[in-house]
């Protein structure tokens, strides 16, 4: 008699944050399954973040403004939607750059930001080491990028950081989300939005989102962790 296979169903994860939209795409799902095993290679592992990232692009702009404008097809006149809204990606060094390419596929028009930030456990404190905005970026909603919400320490000091610049619209975008880091964002900033592909169980002590998929930096760049 044949062997009956039972294969597990992936249970549905539900967000409990009105702010929290968990991009549950069967494809999404399918190419984190590849970023979370230890196996694959750098070059594999930064492939499939920025095929993600501009999955990721195209979900979290879903409500950005429109127009219509009048174009002349080779045919005749018609009335067609342009993005009006300007909006800025913001990568968080180092492992936000590995969302970038993808974001800028789906988004050329999106001008970019960079900020260099960390937890520093020595001095108990946030350190910045690189900030470039663009210059009207007041003006702009900003989609900040990092794969892994851990803590939230890091991306809370870069809305901060944002805020003080006169942005009024940020969403995180990120691959990962632990409880902590979600709780530590909507307790600083509840306006913030976060948009990420699965909600994590824990941290274990020294930071690392479990079940995770590691530290997302050095997995990118394949670099050695020295903490
Ligand atoms: N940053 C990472 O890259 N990985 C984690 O698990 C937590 C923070």
Same mark, same amino acid.
Request: proline content about 5%.
């Given at each position: 008699m044949a062997k009956k296979i039972t294969a597990k169903k992936?249970? #549905?994860q539900k967000p409990n944050h009105p702010k929290v939209?968990?991009?549950?795409?069967?494809?999404?799902?399918?190419?984190?399954?590849?970023?979370?095993?230890?196996?694959?290679?750098?070059?594999?592992?930064?492939?499939?973040?920025?095929?993600?990232s501009q999955m990721m692009a195209y979900e979290a702009t879903r409500d950005l403004k429109?127009?219509?404008? #009048?174009?002349?097809?080779?045919?005749?006149?018609t009335e067609s939607p342009k993005i009006t809204e300007t909006f800025t990606l913001v990568a968080i060094l180092r492992a936000g750059l590995g969302m970038l390419n993808g974001m800028m596929k789906i988004l050329p028009f999106a001008t970019v930001g960079h900020i260099g930030i960390y937890?520093?456990?020595?001095?108990?404190? #946030?350190?910045?080491?690189?900030?470039r905005l663009p210059k009207d970026v007041k003006?702009?909603?900003?989609?900040?990028?990092?794969?892994?919400?851990?803590?939230?320490?890091?991306?809370?000091?870069?809305?901060?950081?944002?805020?003080?610049?006169?942005?009024?619209?940020?969403r995180l975008i990120t691959l990962l989300a632990a409880p902590q880091g979600i709780r530590k964002i909507h307790e600083n900033f509840p306006d913030v939005e976060i948009f990420t592909v699965s909600l994590e169980r824990e941290l274990n002590k020294k930071g690392y989102i479990l079940p995770g998929m590691g530290d997302a930096g050095d997995r990118l760049y394949d670099t050695v962790h020295h903490s």
């Amino acid at each position: 008699m044949a062997k009956k296979i039972t294969a597990k169903k992936p249970k #549905t994860q539900k967000p409990n944050h009105p702010k929290v939209t968990i991009l549950t795409h069967p494809v999404l799902q399918h190419k984190l399954s590849f970023l979370r095993d230890k196996n694959i290679s750098s070059m594999a592992f930064r492939q499939i973040v920025e095929e993600m990232s501009q999955m990721m692009a195209y979900e979290a702009t879903r409500d950005l403004k429109m127009e219509m404008v #009048t174009v002349q097809t080779p045919l005749e006149k018609t009335e067609s939607p342009k993005i009006t809204e300007t909006f800025t990606l913001v990568a968080i060094l180092r492992a936000g750059l590995g969302m970038l390419n993808g974001m800028m596929k789906i988004l050329p028009f999106a001008t970019v930001g960079h900020i260099g930030i960390y937890r520093d456990r020595f001095v108990n404190a #946030t350190v910045e080491y690189y900030l470039r905005l663009p210059k009207d970026v007041k003006n702009h909603r900003v989609l900040l990028l990092d794969p892994m919400l851990a803590t939230g320490d890091t991306a809370c000091a870069a809305i901060e950081r944002l805020k003080e610049y006169g942005v009024k619209q940020i969403r995180l975008i990120t691959l990962l989300a632990a409880p902590q880091g979600i709780r530590k964002i909507h307790e600083n900033f509840p306006d913030v939005e976060i948009f990420t592909v699965s909600l994590e169980r824990e941290l274990n002590k020294k930071g690392y989102i479990l079940p995770g998929m590691g530290d997302a930096g050095d997995r990118l760049y394949d670099t050695v962790h020295h903490s």
